[in-house]
Structures are given as C-alpha cells and as structure tokens.
C-alpha cells in the first residue's frame, strides 16, 4: 500500500514510524503547495494511492480552494484522505466544513508521540464521526457557512455546495445504462446545473459518436447537444471545469468496481423486468449487503407489471422506478420525474420545459 504525504519543511518524517509499522510505503513531497493547482496538474501521483495526507500548514490555499479541491479528490479517488492540523483549533470553521464533507480523519494533537499514535488509527481502522463530531458545532454555525446557504447544489441536507459522483451500471448489457446516463445529464444541464458523462466502462462507445452526429471533439472531450461527453477518465480536465455533477457511466455491475461504485454519492442500476433479464439482479443483490441508498430503473416494462415489481423489490420498493420509452439519445425531458425524485435529496426543486425535436435533429445537436 502507498501513501502520498504533503508536509510542510517542519512536519517531514511524521508518518514514517506508524507507516512502516503497517507496512504502508511513504511517498513524502515537502515544502509549500497549492491543493487546487495539484488536483487539477498532479494528479497523477494519486492513481496508485490508498491514503493521502496533507499537512494544512504547507498549504497556500485559501479555504474555499482547500475544500473544493478535497471535494474533487474524493470524487474522483477511492482512498482514504487524513488532514494534519498543526497549529489549528478543533473549532476552526476550516474543520469544522472538512468535518461537513466526510472527512474525519482528522489529526489535531500537538505532541509527536501522540500525532504519530493518531495517525496509526488513521491508516488503520480509521477515525470515525464520533472521533471528528468535535469540530462540527462551530463548522456548521459559521458566518461562512451560513453565507452559503444559498449554493444551489444540497448535499445530505448540509449547505456546502460540492461535486456530486454519481455512479450507474446495469445488471446485463444492453439494457439502457448508457442512455440512462446521458440524459440524466442532460436533465441537469437543462435544470442550471452543470454536469458531465464519463464513459467508465472501456466499452469506447463514445468514440463513434462523431460518426453519426454533429460534435465537437477535442482530444477526450466530446461537447453535443450541450452536454460534455468524456471518452475515458481524464481527472485534470474534468476538475478544471468545476461541474456539479459527474456521471459515471461504469458499465456492466458484473464487471464493475463495486467497492469504488458503492462510494458513490449517487449509485443506480439499471435492469429489466422480463423472464431473462429480472434474475439478473439476484447476484447484484447479494454483492450490495446492507446498502440501502441504490436506485433502480427499470426499463420497458408494462405498467400492469409496475406494482408487482415494487413489491418485491423489498427495501429498494421506493427507490425503483420505470423508464418511458424514450429512443433519443440526449434527451433530459421525457423521464424527467424520474430524475427529479433522485435527485430530491441534492437540488432544488426543478421545473422544465419540453425541447421538440424532429428526427433529422438527431443527427445535427
């Protein structure tokens, strides 16, 4: 395992004791950084990490830029982020926002030994919300915080406004995920926010796309119908453009990442309701255990079969739902009730106009 360290000139070596004792390489960089200029240049240095460690005294970020660039990290990176806080309170607002954004693994004790026995619990089990509930009270009630109540994207009911992951995949091929992804969005960008696709999968359908209609390309990026379409993960540029959300588009669940898909902000599945297709999702149900946070779209299924199927999708009854047939292939209208129950929980309330379109104008967005 790996762990990337960035450390001010004083705080070098402090991860090296509790890091070899778990067997866990070090890769240290020192002295003073930008967060947000390495999210969106460096990268890169994070593809082969399990931790990363950043010591706040060797940033010069202002807030802002440290917490929108963690927020991009854990968007983008299955790892385990641990803030070293030399010289900060428990009450600082910083804190108390990181603490908002998931992240409690939190260094604050002062005295090397105990630094050092703080981090050992980070690179191990981890701290958890009780370890980091102490920073919350004046992080939440800031006169910062609450100038930003007004961020139109909500995430778990806190006002911080952040990048959203969403991750979508299929319980058999050719049942709609790659369509599904596409419109939800295009449904956010025709809502005022802004959201991209990335193709997630190694399918490259992506890629033929500029056979078939009127885009824009340059190198991975695809720009259609309005809607910015990434060919393969290309972390730098995604960040660079701030979207709200980002749609994962990750394939068959079968051959997914299902630790890194169940991290998701948003996670769904889209499945069928016939004879072949409905047995697919016993195995997706077992891969899944306690989570109770996924959607299901079902697609072409009769309505007379619509009940019946919500029954018997247990404790995901509420979070299943049935596609209109819609053959477009950007179209963030015709399921747009579908959409705007998933994402309740993280916008406002959306309202949407139809767009018309003939079918020459598929071929020319």
Not at 203 to 217: D, K, P, Q
Request: hydrophobic residues 35%; charged residues 20%; neutral net charge.
């Amino acid at each position: 395992m790996l762990l990337l360290y960035m450390a001010s000139n004083q705080s070098v070596g402090l991860f090296d004791k509790p890091c070899k004792q778990e067997n866990i390489v070090v890769k240290q960089l020192n002295g003073t950084f930008s967060l947000n200029q390495f999210v969106v240049q460096d990268m890169s240095n994070l593809n082969c990490c399990q931790y990363f460690a950043i010591d706040l005294s060797c940033l010069k970020d202002n807030d802002d830029e440290i917490i929108n660039a963690i927020v991009g990290i854990k968007s983008m990176y299955d790892l385990r982020i641990i803030v070293l806080t030399i010289g900060y309170t428990n009450s600082n607002p910083l804190l108390g926002r990181l603490f908002a954004e998931g992240i409690y693994n939190i260094i604050t004790a002062t005295k090397t030994a105990e630094q050092q026995a703080e981090i050992l619990k980070c690179i191990t089990s981890g701290m958890e919300y009780k370890d980091a509930i102490k920073h919350r009270a004046q992080g939440n009630n800031s006169a910062k915080n609450q100038n930003r109540k007004s961020s139109r994207v909500i995430v778990q009911k806190q006002s911080i406004k952040q990048t959203i992951s969403i991750g979508i995949c299929g319980s058999l091929h050719r049942i709609g995920t790659t369509k599904q992804a596409l419109h939800m969005a295009k449904y956010l960008n025709e809502n005022a926010y802004t959201a991209c696709y990335i193709e997630d999968n190694g399918h490259g359908h992506m890629s033929s796309l500029t056979e078939f209609y009127s885009a824009r390309t340059e190198n991975n990026l695809i720009t259609m119908n309005g809607l910015d379409i990434y060919t393969s993960f290309d972390m730098a540029k995604i960040l660079e453009k701030g979207y709200d959300f980002l749609i994962y588009d990750c394939g068959l669940f079968e051959e997914t990442d299902k630790q890194q898909f169940l991290t998701r902000d948003i996670k769904l599945i889209c499945a069928g309701s016939a004879s072949w297709e409905a047995p697919c999702l016993i195995p997706i149900f077992k891969n899944i255990g306690d989570y109770g946070d996924i959607h299901f779209i079902f697609s072409f299924t009769p309505k007379n079969l619509q009940k019946e199927i919500r029954k018997l999708m247990g404790k995901f009854r509420d979070k299943s739902y049935f596609a209109e047939y819609s053959p477009e292939l950007i179209d963030g209208f015709t399921n747009r009730e579908i959409y705007s129950q998933i994402f309740k929980e993280y916008v406002e309330n959306l309202e949407q106009q139809p767009q018309a379109k003939g079918f020459l104008g598929r071929f020319k967005q």
